[in-house]
């Protein structure tokens, strides 16, 4: 018999846990409990007639029948959001800030929030723009800022991009630190450091890639993998730790037993991007697009100092969408 009535939120679960391969991160994803996760998972199961998983101790894997279902399940949930959409107004749209802190990506939301409050723009902190890409090209988040251009040119070709703003480069360094007392820091006087640009993490491939150009020639290594720290102690206590100088932007926040000094001679900018997936549309997209151009005018975002620094692949000056 040909199943009629499959909740949507069956397939959703059952999309969720294909992708992630994994019930527990499934589970988080969807913020759901991973027993109901579960439950959900099996009650597809029951009504399909088809096994869609093998679960072992170690691992997750699709069955046959799961691989037949994965591109279905996703085109009906595709139509579901459409239909919802229709008579329903526009969805929230998520926005990926990178960190719960000060930054362009979080200036450009607010003023986005203020020219469409109609909208509701839901902030998200992925922390980093190789992860958050990814998850923009299957359709689990929206937008997101970063150096697009550091991007594989595979998941680019994937995505809409639109340059936001040159950010100025700065170290942050433990207090104490020889160059700590410095007003700004020649980036010559980084010259025997070790600097920590998130090597090793999946997630920010992009930022490393732009640390490895900017220290190139410099004589500045790159420090080597270590556990991403999450919240402002867990910094502090890694920082007292390796006591390495750490690649920021200049509106990073402030950290506790750190000072942040601007790089300088000459100035390293960062090419800072909103990026979206391509053939999305969403009025608040179109509000984050024009708070990103007001303040870009307003404020200079997109002008290069005399003399500046850019890595060698640059952002379009135009939108890509």
Known sequence: MIPRDVEPRLLRGFVAVAEELHFTRAAARLYVAQQALSRDVRRLEQTLGAGLFVRTTRAVELTADGERLLPLARKVLGAHEE???AFGGPRALLVDLNTDGPSSGRTVLERARELAPGCELMAR??????HAAREIAAGRLDVSFGYAAGLDAGLRARLAYRPVRYEPLA???PEGHPLAAWEDVPLDALAGETVYAGAGNPRTLEWTGLARELFAGRGVALAPPAPVAVGKEEFRRVMAKTRNPVL???DFLDMPGCVKKPLVGP????????VWRKGFTHPGLDALAEAAAGLAAERGWLETPPGSWLPAALTPASDRG
Do not use: C, D
């Open 267 to 274: 100035v390293p900018l960062s090419p800072l991007a909103m």
């Open 248 to 250: 920021v932007t200049v």
């Open 171 to 173: 170290v942050l360094l």
């Open 125 to 130: 902190f992925e922390s980093g723009l190789t």
């Open 83 to 85: 239909l919802a959409a």
